[in-house]
C-alpha cells in the first residue's frame, strides 16, 4: 500500500533544542511532499513543499529518495512551533496520502 | 488569500437526524475535498470532486454522500447520523497546478 509514516504520535523538546520530525513514504517514483501544520484552534495549514525547497519559519525538510524519507527540521525549537505536523505525499490523481502526525510539543 | 469556509464550527445532532456540512472556496479550485480528523488517525478521505457534478469515492465513504452542484460549493451529508460519524470533519481545495490543499476551519461535529 502506498504509504505515508509519522512513527512518533508526539515529540517533546525543549525551548532551543533542535527538532526532527520524522516522515518516511513509499513511493517508486518521484514524489510531491508536503508538510502540513495546525496550531491549535487554528487550520490546517501548508508548512512548506519539497518542490519549491523553501525555510518557512526556520524549518526545512530535505527529501532523501535512498531513505525515501522527507523529514522537517529546525536548529532551535521556539514555543510557538508547539502544533501537530502533518506529513502529505501527492497522488496522481490530485490527491494527498497522509501521514497519521506528530503532535510536538516544546517545553520552556 | 486562499479561503475556504465551513458552515459551522460547532454542530450537535442526534442520531439518525440528516446532517449537512457545507464548504465554500472564492479562489476558483477545481478540486475538493472532505475528510474526517480522529487524534491517531490522521486525515482521512470520505469523497472528493473534480469537477461540478463529479464525485469520487474516498477511503471511508460508507454513511456519508457528498453534492458539488456549483463550482465554489461542495456539500457533505449524512444521511441518517450516527454516533460513530462524531468527528472534525475538514474541507479542502485545491488547483491543478499541485499547489498543495487549502483547508477550511473544520467543524466539529457531536451526535448524540
Known amino acids: 500500500a502506498q504509504r505515508v509514516t509519522q512513527p512518533e504520535k508526539l515529540l517533546s523538546v525543549f525551548k532551543g533544542a533542535p527538532v526532527e520530525l520524522k516522515c518516511n513514504y513509499s513511493?517508486?517514483?518521484?514524489?510531491?511532499l508536503f508538510w502540513y501544520v495546525q496550531y491549535s484552534r487554528q487550520r490546517l495549514q501548508l508548512l512548506l513543499r519539497h518542490i519549491s525547497r523553501e525555510s518557512i519559519k526556520g524549518f526545512t525538510a530535505d527529501l532523501n529518495k535512498g531513505e525515501t524519507s522527507f523529514h522537517l527540521k529546525k536548529p532551535f525549537a521556539q514555543e510557538e512551533d508547539s502544533a501537530m505536523y502533518y506529513c502529505?505525499?501527492?497522488?496522481?490523481?490530485?490527491?494527498?496520502?497522509w501521514g497519521a502526525g506528530t503532535k510536538l510539543i516544546i517545553k520552556p | 488569500d486562499v479561503k475556504v469556509t465551513q458552515s459551522s464550527r460547532y454542530l450537535v445532532k442526534r442520531t439518525g437526524e440528516k446532517v449537512f456540512l457545507e464548504c465554500v472556496q472564492d479562489?476558483?479550485?477545481?478540486?475538493m475535498f472532505w475528510y474526517r480528523q480522529d487524534p491517531g488517525l490522521g486525515l482521512r478521505l470520505i469523497y472528493f470532486?473534480?469537477?461540478?457534478?463529479?464525485?469520487e469515492k474516498g477511503d471511508i465513504p460508507e454513511g456519508y454522500s457528498v453534492s458539488r452542484e456549483k463550482k465554489e460549493r461542495f456539500s457533505l451529508i449524512l444521511e441518517s447520523a450516527s454516533t460513530n460519524q462524531t468527528s472534525m470533519y475538514l474541507c479542502a481545495s485545491s488547483s491543478p497546478d499541485r499547489a498543495g490543499q487549502f483547508f477550511g476551519p473544520g467543524t466539529r461535529l457531536t451526535v448524540l
Open positions: 502529505a505525499r501527492g497522488d496522481s490523481n490530485y490527491q494527498l496520502i
Open positions: 479562489m476558483d479550485h477545481e478540486n
Open positions: 513511493y517508486s517514483g518521484s514524489p510531491e
Open positions: 470532486s473534480y469537477d461540478v457534478k463529479m464525485k
